[in-house]
Nanobody
Framework: QVQLVESGGGLVQAGGSLRLSCAAS????????MGWYRQAPGKQRELVADITSGGITNYVDSVKGRFTISRDNAKNTVYLQMNVLKPEGTAGYYC??????????????WGQGTQVTVSS
């Protein structure tokens, strides 16, 4: 079994910053891509950013220049630094990882989510 645990959400004023963290644990052999998704009430879940094991990053256009995704492979942890937050960024943020377990099975794991609320 594998587990993703997120932290770092909260309430922030528009223009402020937050840093999300997500740590993977359990029966992990290796982790391929890791990413962050978000889902606002009444909307579909969307990819915010992801990063490969080699450090190649990808961002949705609406966060480019403001958000930075990074990872620490030794700690099986991915981060999302969010700057210049906007009210439309209010959503539940979910961590995702493509994990190869020690039984050599690929698992697409999800965290439980952390709420980010941006006040105007």
């Amino acid at each position: 079994q594998v587990q993703l645990v997120e932290s770092g959400g909260g309430l922030v004023q528009a223009g402020g910053s937050l840093r999300l963290s997500c740590a993977a644990s359990g029966s992990i052999f290796s982790i391929r891509a890791m990413g962050w998704y978000r889902q606002a009430p009444g909307k579909q879940r969307e990819l915010v950013a992801d990063i490969t094991s080699g450090g190649i990053t990808n961002y949705v256009d609406s966060v480019k220049g403001r958000f930075t995704i990074s990872r620490d492979n030794a700690k099986n942890t991915v981060y999302l630094q969010m700057n210049v937050l906007k009210p439309e960024g209010t959503a539940g943020y979910y961590c995702n990882a493509d994990i190869l377990s020690r039984r050599y099975r690929w698992i697409k794991a999800w965290g439980q989510g952390t709420q980010v609320t941006v006040s105007s």
